[in-house]
């Protein structure tokens, strides 16, 4: 659920109740290292922070980052830089640490399982942040937005304090010349330190076709134990449709017979899977599990319940417009740089609006979702279609890649209150929702446009 929606709070809540809870692990780096600049407020961070493994590594998180009191309204968040193939230390620490605090708060005060959830198109933080996760205990991985058949493997030798590697698409390269990002955790122990016993958690990979589940089974380097399935309903990035793309009157991508599921073909694969796109309601579920399903993923209504990490004026302003009957999500083809469909919540003074986006000014200074391609010398360079148009020209991007494309790394931060403040303007947000945005009144009350997780909870169980 994009960055910091789906956050340690909603996933505790929801592991609580007794079902899976599950982290955004998009960005954590960077969330967490904004929250401790804007104070820690109610020291969770902190508190967390006491209970990671190595202390010194904490310790020096800490060190550069925390700000007491947080930093003032006109001042804005340190630069961290731009993810690169090239080792980074203390940008990996910063990674281990974050995805240790997050999953280490969702599991605090209960013994459920948690889990997290990684966008394939974000390679680079891949290693360390899995690392960090399973240092604190994290059960179920879950990953999207690509077809990520090197994370069992990665999950078998990081159990065993083990160098791992991972593959990293550079566009251009010849097989010759691929290239590969490398952890060793060995690097980042503490003399004298004890190495925790780690588990290996389950590893779900996010589908959208029978197809693509048999990939899975076929050139996974090592355990599947299970599908989430997804249909183009759902929020956040979509797979494409398949074949040749075709679009509504008003732009937006057709999905045809080739892209429903064939479950009857998953059920053959002896594997459990979980399905979501619009799955959020009784009647829902019980479609599901006839198809044979072990239940549903819901993001939508979760992402606007009073624990997740959207502030409580949009959460409310959303509601609102559904209550009002004047819901829209519109699934931009051209919206993400990530070149996946996007479905992107409309409201105004958002991105969402021509008049906002063509406001921004263009800039690329968090890097999450940067293309690593080859130089004419054959060294690695980086670019974005959403990034300033001279620059991504100048890396031999085309003019037409630049249309429409959003600078989704800062709307999404803006979502959940961390936006960059820059001089005289700060950065909008940019809100994903699924189609069931539109029937989100039937978790609320008569009498309130807040609902809680455990709300959501009693009414899809009925």
Same mark, same amino acid.
């Given at each position: ?127 360390? !942040? ?7 205990? @994290? %059960?179920?991985?879950?990953?999207? +937005? *690509? =077809?990520? #058949? ?127 796109? !619009? ?7 019980? @479609? %599901?599990?006839?198809?044979?399903? +072990? *239940? =549903?993923? #819901? ?164």
């Amino acid at each position: 659920m994009g960055v910091g929606v789906s956050n340690w709070h909603l996933a505790q809540a929801v592991s609580k109740l007794g079902h899976l809870g599950v982290v955004s692990g998009t960005a954590l780096d960077l969330v967490m290292a904004r929250r401790l600049q804007t104070g820690d407020p109610g020291g969770h961070v902190r508190r967390a922070l006491r209970h990671f493994v190595w202390p010194q590594m904490a310790q020096r998180v800490l060190d550069a980052l925390f700000v007491p009191g947080g930093i003032k309204p006109d001042e804005h968040y340190t630069f961290l830089g731009l993810p690169t193939i090239k080792e980074n230390h203390a940008r990996n620490e910063l990674c281990i640490v974050s995805n240790f605090v997050e999953v280490f708060l969702a599991r605090e005060g209960h013994s459920n399982p948690v889990g997290i959830n990684y966008l394939e198109k974000i390679q680079l933080p891949h290693l360390p !942040s899995l690392y960090g996760a399973m240092l604190a205990g @994290v %059960a179920v991985v879950i990953v999207g +937005a *690509g =077809i990520a #058949v090197e994370f069992p493997g990665v999950l078998d030798v990081l159990a065993q304090h083990q160098p791992a590697t991972y593959s990293i698409r550079v566009h251009g390269a010849q097989a010759d010349t691929e290239c590969t990002s490398r952890f060793d955790p060995g690097d980042y122990l503490e003399a004298g330190a004890a190495l925790p016993a780690l588990s290996r958690p389950d590893f779900l990979p996010i589908i959208s076709s029978d197809a693509l589940a048999s990939i899975f089974i076929r050139k996974a380097s090592g355990r599947v134990d299970g599908f989430v399935v997804e249909s183009p309903q759902a929020g956040g990035h979509n797979a494409p449709p398949r074949g040749t793309l075709h679009l509504t009157d008003d732009g937006q991508p057709i999905y045809g017979p080739r892209d429903t599921v064939n479950f009857a073909a998953i059920r053959k694969l002896g594997l459990p899977f979980w399905v979501g796109g !619009s799955y959020d309601s009784p009647e829902q579920l019980k @479609v %599901a599990e006839a198809e044979g399903a +072990a *239940g =549903i993923q #819901v993001g939508t209504a979760f992402a606007l319940c009073t624990d997740s990490g959207l502030p409580s004026e949009i959460r409310r302003t959303l509601v609102a417009k559904a209550l009002a009957g004047e819901a829209h999500v519109f699934t931009d083809p051209v919206a993400s740089p990530t070149g996946f469909p996007f479905k992107v919540a409309q409201l105004e003074g958002t991105l969402s609006e021509r008049a906002v986006y063509l406001k921004r000014q263009r800039i690329c200074d968090l890097g999450y979702l940067r293309e690593p391609y080859r130089r004419e010398d054959g060294t690695v360079g980086y670019r974005c279609a959403a990034e300033p148009e001279l620059n991504f020209l100048a890396k031999g991007g085309k003019a037409d890649e630049m249309a429409g494309r959003i600078c989704v790394c800062n709307g999404l931060l803006a979502n959940i209150g961390l936006a960059q403040r820059l001089p005289g303007r700060v950065e909008p947000c940019l809100l994903t929702l699924g189609d069931s945005f539109a029937s989100i009144g039937r978790f609320c009350r008569a009498d309130s446009l807040d609902f809680s997780a455990e709300d959501v909870v009693r009414t899809l169980l009925g």
